[in-house]
């Protein structure tokens, strides 16, 4: 019987294949892009595919390690992109760009984290659909409060409003961070696919590492009994929260890692939306909920997938809905788990007889 | 002095009279059973004591501390652990991860430590697994220490319910009917598991109880239950041998 007390535990060695999956997958990249083998179409996806796997790992630790269903994820996301994208822009010009965007990364995260604490003191206390309901419309509030605010800054200091850019009152000397609707615009590039795997790989570290230390432990407890939890002294609000607040302060890092991809920040209904927000859910269910590697595996392939089908046209979106229901039919239905398990068993047991045969 | 007492204690729901003048006292070491009709609030004063009710009135006292209104997890570190009626396990976690939650106020680092991987985890990590394996291999549990508690089966999961309990270093230990759905066979394994956890651990044990040849096997005191107020109190079998109870089970 494995545990973990000696040797490399069970655990440990899928994490480890996990993180091996992602740095081999960077170089099989980067040697295909320095080769010229990766279409300049892929290659803009190249950032995405990070952002989106962290957004999908950070969703994951609250539906499938807290167990409860946020449908706001994307809300955190925003926060990340414009908190950090109107730091990156305040600095441009006085900052080299590496330390920038360090900071940039830790205000995105920080701002995220504190917006999923408030949000989650009351939010935590609702369960199920209702807590699904709560975080669906504080995503979309987020999103209409940045499509409606003015922040500049001059030497006078900080100004905002939410009506319009000339009431701002800003000086000559001034500049304007957040245009309302139109958003941000001229934020540094600092993001890159190298950047993207190196925060991936944070991601992982610190949500791996979280799960299999004593709070995801009591955290999972909750998940699996509150009421036991509860009689074991487990304070379930502290650690509801803890496993919250770190579930929003990755989606922020997320949001910063695709800001800095863009010249122009806008908070659209289509990347900071209630679609967003599915989308992030349906890449965390059809990779397994709490499968973190599943999570990274389904946000690059449904990022990928709609690419691929472009030359379909009109047919895009049928065959990718299509796809949808038969990865779902064949990861979910208990018919086709069977069919898997029962194709394993006829594989190894003739690994077996060849074995016996030589 | 009693290491549990209870003075009066009393709830209600609506109009419903659940609890009603409940006086208990049990002392260190004793194996003492709760018995009485289906709802007659066995499982009501487990929850009072237990934190998950407020009593209306009334006073628990562990060990001589008020614990009166307190929450479910100040009792826990008070001293009072419990199991439930249906069977509470924490189902997708490892048999071994359920005992290490129950672990989880005795050995702490903080989430920070835990991330980032620093000596504390090591050790703390280490000591939590040695105290976790120990417990699992008094309840008889070693070999399943890597399965996950919900493919159990059904009498082990029973015994690992206790484990956990026991790994939060309880004073007093309350077992909601822990032979429910137990064949003869299991009953007469999970008697001598009980007597066993009270011999080995020193502990003392209160427990709610239908199958009366595990209550007349191991119980020392009995209090019975009907319509939430004590109908008998005193040596089992003075009170097994009480008209007034039978009367209360069997009818007239």
């Given at each position: 019987m494995k545990t973990k007390t000696g040797g490399l535990s069970k655990t440990t060695k899928s994490d480890l294949i996990t993180y091996g999956m992602v740095i081999l997958a960077y170089i099989i990249v980067q040697l295909l892009v320095s080769t010229g083998h990766v279409s300049s179409l892929i290659q803009g996806l190249l950032v995405p595919f990070c952002t989106y796997a962290i957004v999908a790992i950070a969703l994951n630790l609250t539906v499938g390690i807290l167990g409860e269903l946020s449908i706001g994820h994307a809300g955190f996301m925003c926060v990340g992109a414009f908190t950090s994208a109107v730091f990156s822009l305040a600095f441009k010009q006085t900052m080299p760009s590496a330390p920038r965007f360090l900071i940039a990364i830790l205000i995105g995260a920080a701002s995220a984290a504190l917006i999923g604490f408030l949000v989650g003191i009351p939010v935590l206390r609702l369960k199920g659909d209702y807590l699904a309901i709560v975080t669906l419309a504080f995503g979309e509030i987020i999103k209409n409060i940045i499509n409606a605010l003015y922040l500049g800054v001059d030497s006078r200091g900080v100004h905002f409003t939410m009506k319009d850019a000339l009431s701002l009152n800003i000086e000559e000397d001034g500049l304007v961070l957040i245009k309302g609707a139109q958003g941000v615009t001229g934020t540094p590039n600092d993001s890159n696919f190298t950047v993207g795997i190196v925060l991936l790989l944070v991601t992982l570290f610190i949500v791996l590492n979280f799960i299999h230390s004593r709070t995801g432990r009591a955290v999972m407890a909750i998940r699996d009994n509150r009421i036991a939890a509860e009689s074991i002294g487990i304070n379930v609000t502290k650690y509801k929260l803890i496993a919250f607040t770190l579930s929003a302060a990755l989606a922020g890092v997320a949001g910063v890692l695709y800001a800095h991809n863009l010249s122009t920040l806008n908070a659209l209904p289509k990347n900071f939306g209630y679609n967003m927000s599915i989308l992030i859910l349906v890449f965390v269910v059809l990779g397994g909920i709490g499968n973190i590697r599943g999570s990274i595996i389904a946000a690059v392939l449904l990022t990928l997938l709609p690419e691929m089908l472009r030359g379909l046209s009109d047919y895009r979106m049928l065959i990718y809905s299509v796809v949808l229901i038969a990865m779902m039919i064949f990861n979910w239905s208990p018919n086709a788990i069977f069919f898997r398990k029962r194709l394993q068993q006829r594989l190894t047991a003739g690994r077996e007889t060849e074995k016996e045969e030589a | 002095m009693a290491l549990l007492e209870t003075k009066n204690l009393g709830i209600s729901f609506g109009g419903l009279r659940a609890v009603n003048a409940f006086d208990i006292s049990v002392e260190k070491g004793q194996l003492y059973g709760l018995i009485g009709p289906n709802g007659a609030g066995k499982t009501t004063i487990f929850n009072l004591l237990t934190g998950v009710y407020r009593p209306d009135e009334g006073a628990i006292l562990l060990d001589g501390v008020n614990l009166t209104g307190k929450k479910t997890i100040e009792i826990c570190r008070a001293g009072i652990a419990r199991t439930f009626q249906n069977i509470r396990l924490f189902g997708d976690l490892p048999v071994l991860d359920n005992v290490k939650a129950g672990l989880h106020n005795h050995y702490p680092y903080s989430t920070f430590e835990g991330i980032f991987r620093l000596p504390r985890y090591f050790k703390t990590e280490r000591a939590m697994n040695e105290r976790a394996m120990e417990l699992l291999q008094v309840f008889g549990l070693e070999e399943y220490a890597g399965y996950k508690a919900k493919n159990l089966p059904y009498g082990q999961q029973r015994k690992l319910e206790i484990a956990r309990a026991m790994a939060t270093a309880p004073k007093l230990l309350l077992l909601d009917e822990p032979a429910a759905g137990m064949n003869p066979n299991e009953t007469k394994e999970l008697m001598d598991t009980i007597r066993f956890v009270r011999d080995h651990?020193?502990?003392?044990?209160?427990?709610?109880?239908?199958?009366?040849?595990?209550?007349?096997?191991?119980?020392?005191?009995?209090?019975?239950?009907?319509?939430?107020?004590?109908?008998?109190?005193?040596?089992?079998?003075?009170?097994?041998?009480?008209?007034?109870?039978?009367?209360?089970?069997?009818?007239?």
């Open positions: - | 651990f020193d502990m003392t044990i209160l427990l709610i109880e239908h199958d009366m040849k595990l209550v007349s096997g191991i119980c020392e005191k009995l209090t019975v239950l009907n319509f939430g107020e004590v109908l008998a109190q005193g040596d089992t079998q003075e009170v097994l041998n009480n008209p007034e109870v039978i009367t209360a089970y069997l009818g007239e």
